[in-house]
RNA sequence: GCCGAUAUGGCGGAAUUGGUAGACGCACUAGACUCAAAAUCUAGCGAGAAAUCAUGUGGGUUCGAGUCCCACUAUCGGUACCA
């Protein structure tokens, strides 16, 4: 047994001691930047997931110093958060004293653990000199006009008391603390990341993502195709305007639905017959919170507005208008022309409240039967018999359309366009699911929106030469009622001049949400001491952009999307020099408990690394997480594993006790060495950990066969595992008898020529079933082979009377004999 | 509903991308060492007496399919009245 605590200490003492991983100034190096999502230091500590996470990037950025990188591998603290300020205001302990806690616990964890992180850039959101850069980038968005005020139905935690971004709402309930949300009207701050939705969408198109985050990115992004078009009122100069993705479809438009939140409603109240009923209809709407309206959502509702038609822009027909919250205020133009024979969701309308469907689409099978014949109207297809709405564009055919009739639904809906922009009913439109980011957080522990409003001036930036401005030290940190910031009862730190006029005004009370801090840190990383600017443009050129970017699957929509808009936006000012922030993203999978359980306080089931450190040792640790499965999938814990990962490191331990001379690779060994380093070095760019690992089981056990291991040998394999096993390695490497460290060897190099197999164990098939292995040289002449082969006796015994009807041979690989 | 992923021994998982299915590890069994146990070491370990059968199910392509194609099923993750 080796004894893993001494040594594991000892290196890391040295580490610290002499810095040895902190990245180096010199910018003419090439550079290797790699990136892991810098932890929120909850109360419970480092998570095993975590590590997961740290050393995968970990063994690559040990991997690129060996390969003579100037590696930045940075580490930080994301402590603004709702958890620290939630235990603030149970315990009555202010959140910096909890979070300079928290911050201390989990960076003794890591350094526990022997990541080769640059500790002497840590940084940490909730510093004054960090978020002095956080406030002045959000004014630089304000002066931009990307950061505005409006008043907006936002989504608010009746538990949390605050605010909510779409995003924190989880099926109707706040995403933190389960509690329901509802709509509430306030004046917040917003970005217009809307702006960008397209940029974001085309970008990643050059960007080295998994396939799946980037599919998450457009899926959230949500862009879709279609056409605004005007509805007159009837015996009014108004119309109503409506999005559709399929114009196509408008002659089978018999309806109209409006959101109850629509401004149409209040301009025509005169008009409006049944006002009394819309407005109750109304009312009740606002009062439902989000959960009850998507719970709800298998019984549509609606109120008939009565007294006003809408004429259908093509067909001329009059058409009811209806109100209902199947439409949402907050995409297109909160209002929809209704074909129910073409929509799911205006299908179930019409049939609940016996509204006309007028079918306007059949499938190519069905057009074809009926053999429709372009601009014939058509009688036979009886709408009646639908029993669903027809919605697939792919398979469609324009019928009972005018001068649509027998376009594919492709057509048809370009056809429709042209025809609607020429006689000016409406014109082709991009829309975005993607709404502006809701900035505002009435919440004590976050960064101070660096905002002044003052009755003359509106709304006025901190001067950026005043940043930081501090958040003011407070004892009470309970949100108000009515859900304003707790910073609203700091009248002193509320009252202040305008900065432009000079007069009395009052500070924005707001703070940011948690996704601030995180939306930038990897720039701060490359020059995190820098108090004139927020990174030096010399740093910038040098480091961006992040070579490698790893972190958890749940941050791959969110704050992968913000910081690229935030990198965006900062590009455009000319501030950094790339037009993303990222080069490559990967993710890995979760941690799940020992009975496949995701880890929970209360299902008890949460392994705590400090245990396994104290048990195991940092590198068995290490090596388990990366043996335990492919890396980008959900893995249970196993205190079993782990055990064969310890006993793994215990025999690499007596590997010194099987050691003799040699400055070579041995005969008998020469072709393993060179086909291990070129599978560990390939598995490692891949991620593909877990079967490195076999690599050096399967080397150590060849070794213990062989009952010797030469010192070249020995020196290549410590090389090799070294980034995954940074301790055990380089001691080893000392008691070798070397006086650098292996940390900075160079990787170990491979010959090709001698991965390759001299003599092979050829399997032979009989149709297709393997029934006899022979020994051949490589690249052995055909003709040979095939007499060997031949001569065999077992072979001989199954062709024996058949007809051969063919032979295959795949040089080197198999050979296959067809017979009869 | 939509998007994405996954399915291989008792378990976690390998498989050079169409070429010997089950590498490596765990668990298990036997042996060595020990008074004994643990640890360690050695050997065995998909099913079947065998022919053979086996990679979620059913088809297909191929000399050859875990891998490719078609149609399903199950599980997990994300998202959802987005017109």
Same mark, same amino acid.
């Given at each position: 047994m080796y004894n893993f605590k001494e040594i594991e200490q000892k290196w890391q003492d040295?580490?610290?001691?002499?810095?040895?991983?902190?990245?180096?100034?010199? &910018?003419?190096?090439?550079?290797?930047? @790699?990136?892991?999502?810098?932890?929120?230091?909850?109360?419970?500590?480092?998570?095993?997931?975590?590590?997961?996470?740290?050393?995968?990037?970990?063994?690559?950025a040990r991997k690129r110093r060996m390969q003579g990188y100037n590696v930045l591998y940075p580490i930080g603290f994301d402590a603004f958060g709702l958890p620290a300020e939630n235990y603030a205001i149970k315990n009555h302990i202010h959140p910096k004293i909890?979070?300079?806690?928290?911050?201390?616990?989990?960076?003794?964890?890591?350094?526990?653990?022997?990541?080769?992180?640059?500790w002497s850039r840590e940084i940490?959101?909730?510093?004054? !000199?960090?978020?002095?850069?956080?406030?002045?980038?959000?004014?630089?968005?304000? #002066?931009?006009?990307?950061? &505005?005020?409006?008043?907006?139905?936002?989504?608010?935690?009746?538990?949390?008391?605050?605010?909510?971004? !779409?995003?924190?709402?989880?099926? @109707?309930?706040?995403?933190?603390?389960g509690s329901p949300v509802v709509q509430k009207e306030k004046s917040q701050w917003m970005l217009k990341i809307t702006e960008y939705a397209q940029r974001l969408i085309d970008d990643l198109d050059d960007l080295d993502f998994l396939d799946k985050i980037k599919a998450q990115q457009k899926n959230w992004i949500g862009r879709s195709e279609g056409a605004e078009v005007n509805f007159k009122i009837k015996d009014s100069d108004d119309s109503l305007l409506v999005y559709t993705t399929r114009p196509d479809t408008l002659f089978g438009a018999t309806y109209m639905v409006v959101s109850p939140e629509h401004p149409f409603i209040n301009k025509h109240k005169d008009m409006i017959k049944n006002l009394d009923e819309v407005k109750e209809y109304q009312e009740k709407a606002s009062m439902k919170s989000d959960f009850e309206r998507s719970e709800l959502n298998k019984e549509k509702t609606g109120v008939e507005i009565k007294g006003i038609k809408a004429i259908n822009p093509l067909t001329n027909e009059e058409i009811p208008i209806w109100i209902s919250d199947y439409v949402l205020i907050t995409y297109g133009t909160g209002a929809i022309m209704a074909v129910p024979a073409h929509d799911d969701r205006d299908f179930e309308f019409a049939k609940k409240f016996n509204l006309p469907i007028k079918k306007v689409i059949v499938s190519k099978e069905e057009f074809a039967k009926y053999k429709v014949d372009e601009?014939?109207?058509?009688? #036979?297809?009886?709408?009646?018999?639908?029993?669903?709405?027809?919605?697939?564009?792919?398979?469609?055919?324009?019928?009972?359309?005018?001068?649509? !009739?027998?376009?594919?639904?492709?057509?048809?809906?370009?056809?429709?366009?042209? &025809?609607?922009?020429? !006689?000016?009913?409406g014109s082709r439109k991009v829309n975005y699911k993607l709404r502006d980011w809701v900035f505002s957080r009435q919440r004590y522990w976050g960064e101070p929106i660096p905002m002044v409003y003052c009755d003359d001036c509106g709304w006025v930036p901190v001067p950026e030469e005043e940043l930081p401005l501090k958040l003011p030290e407070i004892k009470d940190y309970e949100p108000g009622e009515n859900g304003e910031s707790p910073l609203a009862k700091q009248t002193d730190w509320i009252n202040t001049k305008c900065p432009h006029c000079g007069k009395p005004a009052k500070r924005e009370t707001d703070t940011m949400p948690q996704w601030a801090g995180s939306s930038w840190y990897y720039l701060r990383y490359m020059d995190p001491h820098n108090d004139k600017e927020f990174v030096s443009k010399e740093a910038l050129e040098y480091w961006s952009p992040v070579d490698w970017y790893n972190g958890g699957m749940e941050h791959t929509t969110l704050h992968l999307l913000y910081s690229r808009f935030w990198h965006k936006?900062?590009?455009?000012?000319?501030?950094?020099?790339?037009?993303?922030?990222?080069? #490559?993203?990967?993710?890995?999978?979760?941690i799940l408990g020992e009975n496949g359980e995701k880890m929970s306080k209360s299902k008890g089931n949460v392994i705590n690394p400090d245990d396994i450190v104290r048990e195991f040792g940092a590198d068995s640790f290490r090596v388990y997480e990366m043996f335990m499965g492919p890396f980008d999938q959900t893995a249970e814990w196993s205190m079993d594993s782990i055990r064969g990962c310890n006993k793994f490191l215990d025999r690499v331990w007596s590997l010194q006790d099987i050691l003799v001379e040699g400055d070579q690779y041995s005969k008998e060994t020469e072709n393993m060495m060179h086909k291990a380093i070129k599978k560990v070095s390939n598995d490692i760019e891949e991620m593909k950990y877990n079967t490195s690992v076999s690599t050096f089981m399967t080397m150590v056990n060849e070794f213990s066969k062989l009952k010797k291991i030469n010192k070249k040998e020995y020196e290549t394999f410590l090389q090799l595992l070294n980034p995954f096993a940074p301790h055990i390695t380089e001691e080893i490497w000392e008691r070798l008898?070397?006086?650098?460290?292996?940390? &900075?060897?160079?990787?170990?190099?491979?010959?090709?020529?001698?991965?390759?197999?001299?003599?092979?164990?050829?399997?032979?098939?009989?149709?297709?079933?393997?029934?006899?292995?022979?020994?051949?040289?490589k690249d052995e002449d055909k003709d040979s082979i095939k007499a060997k082969i031949h001569e065999n006796e077992k072979i001989q015994a199954y062709i024996e009377g058949k007809e051969i009807v063919k032979e295959i041979y795949v040089p080197n690989r198999i050979y296959n004999i067809v017979i009869k």
């Open positions: 040295k580490w610290e001691k002499e810095g040895t991983f902190n990245a180096k100034n010199d &910018y003419t190096l090439p550079k290797w930047y @790699g990136l892991i999502e810098f932890p929120y230091p909850s109360g419970q500590g480092l998570h095993v997931g975590h590590p997961r996470s740290n050393t995968a990037l970990d063994i690559i909890i979070t300079k806690q928290n911050t201390d616990h989990f960076r003794k964890q890591l350094k526990s653990l022997g990541f080769s992180f640059d940490n959101t909730t510093d004054p !000199n960090y978020y002095k850069w956080t406030q002045w980038i959000f004014i630089q968005l304000f #002066k931009h006009g990307l950061a &505005y005020k409006a008043t907006m139905p936002i989504n608010f935690c009746t538990g949390c008391k605050v605010g909510l971004a !779409n995003e924190e709402v989880v099926n @109707g309930v706040c995403e933190r603390c601009g014939q109207a058509n009688s #036979k297809i009886d709408d009646k018999e639908m029993t669903e709405a027809f919605t697939d564009v792919e398979n469609g055919v324009a019928i009972n359309s005018e001068f649509l !009739n027998g376009l594919e639904s492709k057509d048809a809906i370009n056809k429709a366009i042209e &025809y609607i922009e020429e !006689n000016k009913l936006f900062l590009y455009d000012l000319g501030k950094v020099p790339t037009k993303e922030p990222y080069q #490559k993203r990967t993710s890995h999978g979760m008898g070397h006086t650098n460290q292996l940390a &900075y060897e160079p990787w170990p190099k491979y010959d090709e020529e001698k991965t390759i197999d001299e003599s092979i164990d050829l399997p032979v098939q009989i149709n297709g079933k393997l029934r006899a292995n022979i020994q051949i040289q």
